[in-house]
């Protein structure tokens, strides 16, 4: 006698959310690394223009708002 069962939940997800999960996962890693950069960038100005703090202030604010464009970019999109 063969019944109809419900099927089981097999743990894994559609095909889908595994590329959703990467393209959040790196617009993450991307918007750390580019702040970053941006920021040692300005340390390297200010070591060798002397503009202490300035480099770093300035090119990391300018490196949030070029992470964050490309963030809410991506995400939007």
């Not at 990467?22 to 750390?32: E, N, R």
């Not at 690394?33 to 100005?45: D, K, Q, R, S």
Request: proline share 5%; hydrophobic share 45%; net charge negative.
């Amino acid at each position: 006698m063969a019944e109809d069962s419900p099927q089981r939940p097999s743990g894994r997800e559609p095909d889908g959310s595994n590329q959703d999960l990467w393209k959040y996962l790196t617009a993450g890693t991307q918007l750390a690394v580019t702040v970053g950069l941006f920021a040692a960038l300005g340390w390297w100005v200010d070591q060798k223009m002397g503009w202490s703090p300035w480099g770093v202030l300035c090119l990391g604010t300018l490196g949030i708002a070029a992470g964050m464009y490309h963030f809410v970019k991506g995400a939007l999109h």
